[in-house]
């Protein structure tokens, strides 16, 4: 009885926060652009049309993944825009339940589908839904949530389970992001799972080619660094590293004065991330790091936030569990001018606001550091009394 009286307003919760959203959708007649962009991959694979060569919506969007995502994409090729939509929109709701329900396994929280954990699971599905990345990867039709259900779901097995790994490898297979948590693995010493990550990477490579030689080519040859193409780093829609630099220092191209520090601060957070003697702060540091290194995040990529605040939640940690969800709430990016290129023209005092989860990354990040160092032991040293006495000479 006493957890039914519980369950009942978390699921009622739950119907109105989706209730609330689609009901929002449907009045801002949202078109869910890379829901589309995904479909005209698929109808490209069908049809045999060139995969990178098409541009699609009113934001004249290509495709920027690489082959083996597009036929994954096949299957929506057929869709209508409302089907779309609705698929789009249902698979999201469940993957975002899965991802919080991955997140509490992770920080050893109780959130299951049944039993005394399903309540807060629910309420938790609820207020994550209008998390700002979460929320848009709801209205852009994104896949962020199952890339991250994906390495989550990997980390959080038994170990020594069979093909463990295998996952994380599909998700770098279908966006590039994801890899960094092979190099992970390696220097947590778990090579076994890092060779798994990678041969099925490596097979996600092969049938791409298999299917698509050309459009593989083309890609793995030309667009894999061509960042230009994902769109522009400097906008504020960018949350990484580059994009805070770009904007600070007034350029579209601020070249080494952005890559040197990406690559301190990337070494800097695997170099945390494998101190940690909590895997579960681990794997959270390697996410939010492969975020803010990457030249472009957009800041619906940042559904990294949800196991962040769980891992936050499981360490006693609640004013800033909730002063994370504050950040990644409070939408502050979307705040400041923006039209044409009035993102590289911003004040000093604009600056913080404009690219929130980047420097929220970086006080993690040096936060960790200097609880490492503190919980490092200090140097011993000999007491004098053990040092060998100094014969005199004959």
Known sequence: MALRSRTAPALALLAVSFTA??????????????ALVYRAEGAAVVHGRDL???????????????PFAALLFVPTA???????????????????????????RLAGLRAAWTGPGLPLLCAATALALWLEPVFQTFAFGQINLALACLVLWDL???PGARGRGAAIGVAAGIKLTPGLFVVYLLLRGRRREAAAALA????????????????????????????????????????????????????QTPGAAWLLPAVVLGGAGLLSANRTDKERWGVVLTGLTALLVSPISWSHHWVWCVPLIAVLLADGHRTWAALTGLCFTARTMWLVPRAGDLDLHLPWWQQPLAAPYALLTCALLAAAAVRLREARPPARRRPL?????VRPRP
């Open 200 to 251: 099925a990477f490596a097979g996600t490579v092969a049938v791409g080619a298999l299917v698509l030689p050309a459009a593989s080519v083309t890609y793995w040859t030309r667009l894999v660094l061509d960042t230009g193409r994902v769109g522009k780093a400097w906008i504020i829609d960018n949350q990484s590293l580059q994009g805070l630099v770009a904007r600070a220092l007034h350029t």
């Open 52 to 66: 990178y060569g098409f541009a699609v919506t009113e934001g004249r969007l290509p495709a920027t993944y690489p």
């Open 385 to 389: 009394s053990s040092r060998p006495a």
């Open 78 to 104: 057929w869709l209508p825009d409302p089907a779309l939509k609705a698929v789009f929109l249902t698979g999201n709701a469940l993957l975002l339940a899965w991802l919080v329900h991955l997140s509490a």
């Open 21 to 34: 959203l689609t009901l929002l959708f449907a009045l801002k007649g949202v078109e869910m652009p890379d």
């Open 156 to 158: 959080t097995r038994p």
